[in-house]
């Protein structure tokens, strides 16, 4: 990892912007249990409670993919940065402990230089680690003539509860979702994730969760890495009950697109998708955890595949693919 | 994470390569007793033996600056970075258990594809991590039109020993590096670490090593690290006792520079600087463990400041600071 040395606030080097990361980070790095050391050694040294699984996650953020400079600000780029690896521990029903954070920074960005590039990247991805309590306890930075790329690892805990596997579906568990969904790109709210670390905990705690994931590339794509890691089952969702956000109807005034069609294609909602038992599903709906929002969506099916029943009766296959990276035919697609 | 699917050979997309690498991966996922669960999941579950610290490490390397696709193999550019990484895990005397990697690929590098691009990336990644016993348990892979950048994240844990910090070196501590130093860059050398994980391991079972780094930056300047984590302290390198390899000294024919500046200031050696006490000095060198080869090189001091004596009794100061990766006037200095 970077080193720090001793530097002066004038200072434009790695060093000088590793301490200062340093000492932004240090108060939370000190405040929290698990960082036996943090920044400014090889390697962090972090401590977990003995018998918990420790999860580890990653995502890689890149300029004109995933954000763009030219839009959006530093300190929302950071949010998203680190929230979308946070919404990956909360898939599991995990705690967040400790953010490692790897930047490719331009040397400048019109007037911008990389330094304050960097300042403004660390306030987002502080923020965010601060309101999860997760520590910022190392990285690589480093300045380029390419485009602004950060790559941001996430490590957490399970709790007593255990991990919740994308692969525990079950044929009849009902299907739930934590949130409205479709049209996060447009309305910029993409940028600013909630993960649902507490309401997982919470629903976790509450009754044993069969599966979850987060939704990141759209519910029919999510749920089908659901379905395809539970052995190849598949689900009815319920066209009238899943939970439209504004933004997306809002999208499908110009997009030539049903509002359904965003909520269910358009991913980055970062909202929770989970199933449970019915006997569960009863027992939740009529006691759901204090301010957690549910939306039962639809039920888990022996034969492949997932299929939408309209109001009117009608039943339809929806394709559960979802945003490919690598598809060389989608440059772009993800903004 | 990102998320595998069921995905055929000849798939160019996002899921296909996950898949491919979850496939090249789960042997080894499999054997580490380390991993509750690997890739498949929005997080990996890891294991780590209780009472240990759990170590983190991460680098990112960027096309132009830590290496070239013009000249450099796709396998080479993988090795250097699981291997830089599993190095800062050797800096700790620590053991590497687990590393997860996020790539940005071009979509095309001349004729190859990203596809292409990732499984040249995934042997040199693989090869490496198979040596040290790094599970590869996850990733994010995400194409673009941009150069290509890599992100590896190394996970570890201390031994029954501890970890070796920066911060813990004394006056009067003698000052040992594990091997011949500078030109690493010009052979190539610096693609193909060997990090010194064993040598570490065994040379802290056999004497307390009081602080240690490895040789990423150089040695003036990582020693510069020691002195300054150290709390301010200083040393005397002895100039004939500093190991100068071959490819320092080739280089020296025509950089202008003498072979021992290279062995000082070049960087990418990966070999180990550490410091002990006097006592233990004397045992490490009367018995050095197994196929561990250690050069004595200086003694720390009290009084501030990295100095070299020459072998005619001149002392000189040299500055410490390493290789700036934000100093905007050194525009591919590290390569």
Redesign the interface.
């Known amino acids: 990892?970077?080193?720090p040395?001793?530097a002066t606030p004038q200072d434009?080097?790695?060093?000088?912007?590793i301490a200062w990361i340093r000492e932004q980070a240090e108060p939370g790095a000190r405040q929290s249990k698990h960082v036996?050391?943090g920044i400014?050694?090889?390697?962090?040294?972090?401590?977990?409670t003995?018998?918990r699984?420790?999860?580890?996650?990653?995502?890689?953020l890149?300029?004109?993919?995933h954000f763009l400079t030219s839009v959006h600000t530093l300190e929302q780029i950071g949010r998203k940065a680190m929230g979308v690896n946070i919404s990956?521990?909360a898939?599991?029903a995990?705690v967040p402990v400790?953010a490692?954070?790897?930047?490719?920074?331009p040397?400048f960005l019109g007037k911008r230089?990389?330094?304050e590039l960097?300042r403004g990247l660390e306030r987002g991805l502080d923020a965010v680690a601060a309101d999860y309590g997760v520590a910022l306890?190392?990285?690589?930075?480093?300045?380029?003539?390419?485009?602004l790329?950060i790559?941001v690892?996430v490590?957490?805990e399970?709790t007593e509860r255990g991990?919740v596997?994308?692969?525990g579906a079950k044929p009849g568990d009902v299907i739930f979702v934590t949130g409205r969904l479709g049209g996060s790109l447009d309305s910029g709210r993409h940028l600013e994730p909630r993960p649902r670390i507490l309401e997982a905990q919470q629903l976790h705690q509450r009754v044993p969760l069969r599966s979850m994931?987060?939704l990141s590339?759209g519910l029919a794509g999510d749920l089908?890495?659901i379905l395809?890691?539970s052995g190849g089952l598949g689900a009815v969702l319920e066209a009238g009950a899943v939970p439209v956000h504004n933004d997306a109807v809002r999208m499908a005034r110009t997009s030539g697109r049903t509002p359904l069609d965003h909520a269910l294609h358009d991913g980055e909602d970062f909202e929770l998708c989970f199933t449970v038992a019915q006997d569960d599903a009863i027992r939740l709906q009529a006691q759901p955890p204090a301010g957690v929002t549910l939306y039962r969506v639809g039920t888990i099916k022996a034969e492949p595949g997932l299929r939408i029943r309209h109001e009117d009766g009608r039943m339809n296959a929806i394709p559960t693919?979802?945003f490919?990276?690598?598809?060389?035919s989608e440059?772009g697609a993800e903004l």
Chains 1, 2 share one sequence.
């Open positions: 990892m970077s080193r040395q001793d434009t080097g790695e060093f000088g912007l036996a050391f400014g050694d090889d390697c962090a040294g972090l401590r977990f003995p018998g699984e420790v999860l580890v996650t990653t995502d890689m890149m300029d004109g993919r990956d521990i898939a599991m995990g400790a490692v954070v790897s930047v490719a920074l040397r230089t990389a330094m960097a306890v190392g990285g690589d930075t480093n300045a380029w003539d390419g485009p790329v790559s690892t490590l957490g399970t991990p596997r994308r692969s994931i987060d590339d089908g890495h395809e890691e693919k979802g490919d990276h690598l598809r060389v440059p």
